[in-house]
């Protein structure tokens, strides 16, 4: 077991994280976690003198580090809706144009099973230049 008192400045560290990682699940990334995380740490004699000298400073970073890992996610997830609509919007319109050169061509036969067979109506996109590689 690990012993706060004899231990160094590192394996207080990865206590404190672990801490954290507790109180998050528990409060989630909010400014509640950050004060539980260094109550428990403080009652623990884990980083003690640092979190006493320092506590403002910690919270402060803690909360910094919640907004920018929400923000990324924010981010990643606006990229992902925004990419899945232009996909969309791509597969309609090669849809679309696969849709008039078939009814040019007048073939309903191949009309009907690219309708039906994904595999088929990637083939015919491709044959006739509509997709994109």
């Known amino acids: 077991m690990y012993n706060v008192e004899t231990d160094d400045i590192i394996g207080q560290y990865i206590i404190f994280c672990h801490v954290m990682d507790e109180q998050i699940k528990k409060y989630g990334r909010v400014r509640e ?14 980083l003690k003198k640092y979190l006493e000298e320092r506590e403002k400073e910690v919270v402060n970073i803690m909360i910094e580090l919640f907004n920018q890992e929400s923000a990324v996610k924010e981010y990643g997830e606006e990229r992902r809706e925004e990419g899945w609509k232009e996909g969309w919007k791509e597969g309609i319109e090669e849809g679309v144009q696969l849709f008039a050169k078939l009814f040019e061509l007048g073939n309903p036969e191949e009309l009907e099973k690219a309708l ?3 595999e088929y109506r990637k083939k015919l996109l491709k044959d006739y230049g509509l997709a994109e590689d």
């Open 33 to 46: 976690a950050a004060l539980e995380t260094i109550r428990i740490c403080r009652d623990r004699n884990v």
């Open 116 to 118: 039906k067979d994904p």
